[in-house]
């Protein structure tokens, strides 16, 4: 799939169903992923079902993306803080 037809599926989702309806399932595809790890860790779940999850939280993230706007500057701030304190442990 291409990322314009990504971002038109996205955007109508978020026309479609409204703002607060898409956050609301945000947070709850975000509550499936945590059950399923939480689940993997003590062998109830497999990781089709974590993929699966995963799956639905990137495409929620992505309407959030859309909602709240990008997160490159804090990603790259946060990516670069956690490489610091991995160089301080080793």
């Given at each position: 799939m291409t990322d314009?037809?990504?971002k038109e599926i996205e955007g109508r989702a978020?026309?479609?169903?409204g703002e607060n309806s898409q956050v609301d399932k945000a947070v709850e595809?975000?509550?499936e992923l945590t059950k399923?790890?939480?689940?993997y860790r003590i062998g109830f779940a497999t990781l089709d079902e974590i993929r699966e999850e995963?799956?639905?939280?990137?495409i929620m993230l992505e309407q959030l993306r859309i909602l709240y706007?990008?997160?490159?500057?804090?990603?790259?701030y946060k990516l670069n803080r956690l490489w610091a304190r991995?160089?301080?442990?080793?």
């Open positions: 314009d037809r990504r978020i026309r479609t169903y595809e975000m509550s399923a790890l939480l689940k995963a799956g639905d939280v990137q706007g990008g997160t490159s500057d804090i990603e790259e991995m160089e301080v442990q080793s």
